[in-house]
Structure formats: structure tokens, C-alpha cells
């Protein structure tokens, strides 16, 4: 042990000699500090935009932002294609969100019975309840064999059936033969802990190529010049320093927002940064009043419980024993999509059939099932319940309630991943811009997304961006000028927030935000509820200008970045609760108790023969265009039509709207 120790000692102080200089902290309340580059090859000191922070300047072909399971798989497939590509995250990459997906990833391998690509795009069209748009969903779902037999090449352990195959395992709103075949087992998995080994697989498979990663750095903005983005512009956590980076092609892969909510099954760094990025840079989000509620996050803790139990044979039932699923969906039963079962627990416990001394959840029951298919098949889930509800699995039911777990909506895109907007009549590419993952809305998942369809989104699009970016763009092109102040609004509102002087604390008006956004804008919405929700953001809002923070220093300055991600939170959530009040109607995951009917351009509970379709604006099968106003908080909202044909109409017709029952 000694010998150890010594040889560390030994190591510490090669690497300290090596060191050229080490980045020392500012002095309390001083502004300056002594700084210098090390360890990152072509980086050159600027003073361009500040003389009070040292601001490093980069070059690259492309920049990712975020590396969870889409901007590592941009990233790697960019640096495959011979791009000298940067990967700026706020975490190291196997802490990202993707490591907490349980369910699996769906693809029509058949290795349990016959299955069709075009049965998984019907189904994802159905579950999208015809949001969706049909090319970027055809795109997707002919890709899935091959992305799960690329990341099993990449060496990813799948759970296996007896004869060795990847083991599929059926999930909620898939089905067979368009709807009429029964429940599909479409799901392969690793057990319950997918996205951890998703995510790991992925990192290791990065290491072989040469991308420059950036670690515990956090993007502040996009560097945007005539409608083009010329690179991003970030913090380094680590000592203060800020980084611009220039490059032909940014890809945002920043995830979801689910700290909006007060209750969610997201990680608290989910705080939709690249969505607030491209709103700050006065472009669209999409969509973004789409959010999904999982049916089952653990009561009181909100830790998620993947579908998967529900998959491998669990039941949900109400204070009467009863398996109530079978009155809401008696063909799916519990296997029903998100949005039907989120609901149906909902009316449970409202008409008084919950559970608990308060009545107020329901439970989910896996003590039927084998114990070894428990511990094979969910042993995450097992201890997940013993830790955070005392609860063993083989014995006992787990105390659930719906609970936030994911955006539907995002930064617009194409399915080539390409970011548009939407401007008098058509679809505009952004040049440089593009994003992938759950920050993006191509909207594969309209309305509601299907289980095991998020981890296909990650791998499909994240591919697809670098393939994009591959055909478009050389390695090695020159970039076009940078003005030299690009970026200098963005250091102002970092100094403006580290010397925050106000009256209330960050942690304070994001509460004010969370409790307001789960009270308001919750599984079931009411035009009142919704904008007296409108009202209390809006007012929300503006008390960002009576932050007050207390770290004043720079290294690893917690204080500072919770407050960065608060704003990015703020203009999210902002834009979530007009488009929701706005949103007269009820489809997938939006819910409203005023107007409880779906409002397409024809009845589709009626023939269609003889029927006059109702015009664009009177009708709501049309996707939200949102922006805002950063100064004022102030949202405007747009529409944009649903791309309703396929990539190929004869090699997979698109599916016309019906009504939507499982």
C-alpha cells in the first residue's frame, strides 16, 4: 500500500511539472484574474468581448453540445467521417440523462414473432395521435433494425432469448398487423437498466475516435450572424474562463426540461438548455405543450418505474383490487400508451378509488410473477421500490402516481435533422443548425410518445445529423468571419447574474416556477387553471430581475450555473403554459377537461364522404410554433402544418387520422 501511495505521489508531481500554468481563482469581489490555456490544441486568447474574463477562441468543423446517447452518436459519427468535431458538455458523458432510461428500444427485429418496420410506423403514428410527422416517423422506424444491430456490433450486452437472439419484450401502443394483430414484443432490452448501457456503450465506442471533448463546460448561447449559427459560446465550470467556438456545423443534443415540474423522473441538470438557446437566438420551438406524464414514478419520491413491469406481465389496481386498466383499454389493457393510463389512474383516484391513507395514488403489482423472472429481468426495479418505498417487489405492490418524464417538443427540425423555422407558408432550413435527441421536436412522437421509442430517437437522429453534415460540408473548409464582438451579450448577462444583488434567492423563484407549472399545466388542464397558470408565470417571470446569488468568485461557481439553467427553465416553461392555453382541444398528452375532443380538419368518428374540411385556423392538427421575447417574458405563438405522407408513399403508405382507442 505504501509502494501505492508513493507511486501516486510520484505520478502527481510529473503531472504538476508538466503543467505549464494552472488557471488560478479570482479574488473575492475582484473581477480580474491571471489565466492561461492548457491541455486543447488551436485555442487562442481573445479580448475581443471582455477585458474583466479571459475568453478562449476555438476552431472546429463541428461542435456538439450535450453528450448523452444523441450528441455522443453525432459526435463520433461526425469524427468517423474525418471532422475535427468538439463535444461540449455540462457532464462528464456517462452522468448524462440517457444512463436512466429503463424500458429498452424498440425496433421490428421479429425475434419473438413476425414483425414490420411499417407495423412500429403505424403504431408510433397512432400513439403520436397524428401529430406526428410521417416522413421524419418512416425515417426512424425503417432505420431501428439496423441501429440495434449496430449498437449490439458496438457491444452493447442485450438480454437474450434461449436460442441466443436479442430478447424483445412487448411495451405500451405496440402492436401487430396495423393494430389488428395483438400486443407485439418489439422491446429489446438489457434487463431494466437499457439506457445505462446505451450510454456506456456509446461513450466507449467514442474513445476510438478523435473528438475533442470539453467536459463540465456549460453553453451559454449560439453565435448567430444573418440567420446563420456560427458555434456556440460557453463557460468552463471548471475556472471561469469562456469559450467561443467556431465551427461550420452546431448540433444542439442538450435533452429534455423536466425540471419545469416540481415532481419528475428527470435528472435536476435537465434544465432544456438548447431549447432556450435557439429561443434566445430568436427562433421557434415546437410544440412544447406536449408533455408526457409516465404512469408510474414511485408516490412521493417520483423515481421512475420503467413500462417494462408492465411489459413482463404487472398490473395496476385500485383500492378495490380491481385491474381497472381493462375498463379504460380492453384491448391493451395496462399496455395502453402513456397518455390513456396517466389518465385513466387520474379519474381512479378522483372518483375515489385510490390508495394510501389519502387516497391519492394507486398500486402497481408484480408479486404475481415469477421471482426469477423479477431478478432477471427488472433487478433495478426490485431495489428502486426497496430503497425508495420500503417495498419488496416479491411480496408487496408499489405505491405509484403519474409523474413528469418527458418533452414531446423542442428545437424544430427536419429528419435529416436539419433545424427550420416556419415562415410564410414553408419550411426554412437554419444553415449550421441542427439538433437531435430529446431537445429536438422532427416530431417523430407528436403528441404522445410511445415507450422505447426515446432511445431510437437518440441513436436514429443523432446518426443522422453527422450523415447530414457528412454530405453538405468537407473536413477542413474554411469558416466564414466571426464579428469580433459575437458573444458579448452573452458574458454581460453572465457578470449581470454573478453580481445578482436582489432580493430573492434562485432556488426561491424556481420553486415558485415548479409548483406553479405541476398545479397548472398538470395531466388534466382547464382553460381557467391554464391561464391563471399564464398570469403566475408571467408574473414568475419577472421576478428574474430580483435574483440575488452569493457566490461571487468563478471557480465552480454552483450558484452561478443554477441560475443560468433557471433562465433556460423560465423560457421553457413559459412557452409550455400559452401553448397549452392557447391549444383548444384534447390530443395525446394535452388534455383538456373544456374541450375533451381531438379538433381535426374532418370528424374522423363520422364518414368522411360529404364532410367539408374546416379550415387551417379553425381547426388544431397543427404543430405549435413558439417564441419569446428573453427582455419581457413576452410568448408568441405560430402554427405550422403536419408533414402527413411517408418518405415513399409505395413502400409504406402513410396512415390516415382515425380515432384513437387501444
Known amino acids: 500500500m505504501a509502494s501505492v501511495r508513493a507511486a501516486s505521489r510520484l505520478l502527481s508531481k510529473r503531472v504538476l511539472s508538466k503543467t505549464k500554468a494552472v488557471p488560478a481563482a479570482a479574488v473575492q469581489g475582484s473581477r480580474k484574474f491571471h489565466f492561461s490555456i492548457y491541455g486543447k490544441k488551436g485555442a487562442s486568447v481573445s479580448n475581443d468581448i471582455s477585458t474583466q474574463y479571459p475568453v478562449v477562441d476555438h476552431e472546429f468543423d463541428a461542435v456538439v453540445v450535450g453528450a ?95 436460442d441466443g437472439k436479442i ?90 426540461y423536466g425540471r419545469t415540474y416540481f415532481s419528475c423522473t428527470s435528472a435536476h441538470t435537465s434544465t432544456g438548455d438548447g431549447n432556450a438557446m435557439v429561443t434566445r437566438a430568436g427562433l421557434p420551438c415546437q410544440d412544447l405543450e406536449f408533455v408526457q406524464f409516465h404512469p408510474t414514478g414511485i408516490y412521493g419520491a417520483g423515481c421512475l418505474i420503467t413500462e417494462g413491469c408492465r411489459g413482463e406481465g404487472g398490473i395496476l389496481i385500485n383500492s378495490e383490487g380491481e385491474r381497472f386498466m381493462e375498463r379504460y383499454a380492453p384491448n391493451a389493457k395496462d399496455l395502453a400508451s402513456r397518455d390513456v393510463v396517466s389518465r385513466s389512474m387520474t379519474i381512479e383516484i ?159 423563484i424556481r420553486l415558485n416556477m415548479q409548483k406553479t407549472m405541476q398545479a397548472h399545466a398538470a395531466v388534466f388542464r382547464t382553460g381557467s387553471v391554464l391561464k391563471e397558470g399564464c398570469d403566475k408565470m408571467d408574473a414568475i417571470y419577472q421576478t428574474m430581475e430580483e435574483l440575488k446569488t452569493f457566490d461571487r468568485g468563478i471557480v465552480w461557481n454552483t450558484d452561478l450555473v443554477e441560475t443560468l439553467e433557471l433562465q433556460n427553465l423560465m423560457l421553457n416553461a413559459v412557452q409550455t403554459i400559452h401553448s397549452a392555453e392557447r391549444r383548444k382541444e384534447s390530443r395525446g398528452a394535452h388534455a383538456r377537461e373544456d374541450f375533451k375532443d381531438r379538433l381535426d380538419e374532418y370528424d374522423y368518428s363520422k364518414p368522411l364522404q360529404g364532410q367539408e374540411p374546416k379550415p387551417y385556423d379553425e381547426h388544431w392538427r397543427k404543430h405549435t410554433m413558439s417564441y419569446v421575447d428573453p427582455k419581457t417574458g413576452k410568448v408568441t405563438l405560430e402554427y405550422r402544418p403536419v408533414i402527413d405522407h411517408s418518405l415513399d408513399e409505395q413502400d409504406c403508405a402513410h396512415v390516415p387520422p382515425a380515432i384513437r382507442s387501444y
Open 167 to 256: 430478447y424483445q419484450r412487448a411495451f405500451g401502443g405496440q402492436s401487430l398487423k396495423y393494430g389488428k394483430g395483438g400486443q407485439a414484443h418489439r422491446c429489446c432490452c438489457v434487463a431494466d437498466r437499457t439506457g445505462h448501457s446505451l450510454l456506456h456503450t456509446l461513450y466507449g465506442r467514442s474513445l476510438r475516435y478523435d473528438t475533442s471533448y470539453f467536459v463540465e463546460y456549460f453553453a451559454l448561447d449560439l453565435l448567430m450572424e444573418n440567420g446563420e449559427c456560427k458555434g456556440v459560446i460557453a463557460l468552463c465550470m471548471e475556472d471561469g474562463s469562456i469559450h467561443r467556438f467556431r465551427a461550420k456545423n452546431t448540433v444542439i443534443a442538450t435533452g429534455g
Open 350 to 508: 378522483r372518483e375515489g378509488r385510490g390508495v394510501g391513507p389519502e387516497k391519492d395514488h394507486v398500486y402497481l403489482q408484480l408479486h404475481h410473477l415469477p421471482p426469477q423472472q423479477l431478478a432477471a429481468r427488472l433487478p433495478g426495479i426490485s431495489e428502486t421500490a426497496m430503497i425508495f418505498a420500503g417495498v419488496d417487489v416479491t411480496k408487496e405492490p408499489i405505491p405509484v402516481l403519474p409523474t413528469v418524464h418527458y418533452n414531446m417538443g423542442g428545437v424544430p427540425t427536419n429528419y435529416k435533422g436539419q433545424v427550420i423555422t416556419h415562415t410564410k407558408g414553408e419550411d426554412k432550413v437554419v444553415p449550421g443548425l441542427y439538433a437531435c435527441g430529446e431537445a429536438a421536436c422532427a416530431s417523430v412522437h407528436g403528441a404522445n410518445r410511445l415507450g422505447a421509442n426515446s432511445l431510437l430517437d437518440l441513436v436514429v437522429f443523432g446518426r443522422a445529423c453527422a450523415l447530414t453534415i457528412a454530405e453538405e460540408n468537407k473536413p477542413g473548409e474554411t469558416l466564414s468571419p466571426l464579428k469580433p464582438s459575437a458573444g458579448e451579450e452573452s458574458v454581460a448577462n453572465l457578470d449581470k447574474l454573478r453580481f445578482a444583488n436582489g432580493s430573492m434567492r434562485t432556488s426561491e
Open 68 to 162: 448523452g446517447g444523441a450528441g455522443l452518436r453525432a459526435a463520433f459519427g461526425l469524427s468517423e467521417a474525418g471532422f475535427n468535431t468538439a463535444c461540449i458538455t455540462k457532464l462528464f458523458p456517462t452522468r448524462s440523462h440517457t444512463v436512466a432510461a429503463q424500458g429498452g428500444i424498440n425496433a421490428a427485429l421479429g425475434n419473438m414473432e413476425d414483425d414490420d418496420w411499417r407495423w412500429h410506423f403505424y403504431d408510433t403514428v397512432k400513439g403520436s395521435d397524428w401529430l406526428g410527422d410521417q416522413d421524419a416517423i418512416h425515417y426512424m422506424t425503417e432505420q431501428a433494425p439496423a441501429a440495434v444491430v449496430e449498437l449490439e456490433n458496438f457491444g452493447m450486452p442485450f438480454s437474450r432469448t434461449e
